[in-house]
């Protein structure tokens, strides 16, 4: 991981010279949690402007990345960064929290981060997230080992999301993903051993036999019900 990171360093150094302020690593690559096979590796870059000129001269080591099974750098102007930590507080949160300056400045450390849309964001992206899991869900409810990937290529966002519901309800929320079910086990009161077992499934400890995904696929949707549900009923 570290050479594709200095090679995509190097390579957006080149295209954005002058232009480019800042390259940050977040997420769980920045702190160890990195599973291959479901993690992605989350670059926010930051740049003096972001126009159609920047655009197409992100398009070819956006696709060289994105061919690496990753998702395409997030580029925000210097402006944005500054002006819309009101609009993405889980995102800032995220990337505040859990970061690795690659390149320039530490452009978020500093950054105050506006509560004012936090809790409305939590529970529309949960809800969201809940909604997609059904309809994904539906498609594929014959079909056990496509239905057991789909909840543990979903499992992780979930457990993001239940970090800042937790966060919400003044919970010293931890960050590694065990830990986070675990706590919401304790301050939610969901039954924390279907989320345990897709973790268990992403990192290899059991194989897609020794589970059973229709009963698994129950009970992960209850359960991430009951984190919205506490989500809802704080002051709104």
Known sequence: MEKLLNQLVEK??????????????YG???VGDYSGKFSDINIFCVLTRVTPAELSDAEPIFRWWRDKDNPSPLLMSEHEVRTSTDC???EFYDIKERHRVLYGADVVEGLEIGDS??????????????????????GVMQE???????MAEAVSTFCILTRHALRLHGVDAPFEKRDIVRQAGESFGIETSHF???LDLRDGKVKP??????????????????VVDHVDKLEK
């Open 12 to 25: 957006l150094q080149n295209a954005y010279g002058e232009r480019l302020v800042s390259i940050v690593l």
């Open 28 to 30: 769980s690559a920045a």
């Open 88 to 90: 993405f507080p889980i």
């Open 117 to 138: 849309f936090y809790r409305a964001q939590v529970e529309y992206q949960l809800r969201a997230k809940l909604l997609r899991l059904r309809q994904k869900g539906a």
């Open 144 to 150: 056990k080992d496509l239905l057991l990937r789909l």
């Open 196 to 198: 345990l077992s897709l």
């Open 209 to 226: 036999k020794e589970l059973s995904p229709l009963e698994i696929f129950e009970n992960y949707l209850k359960e991430i019900g009951t």
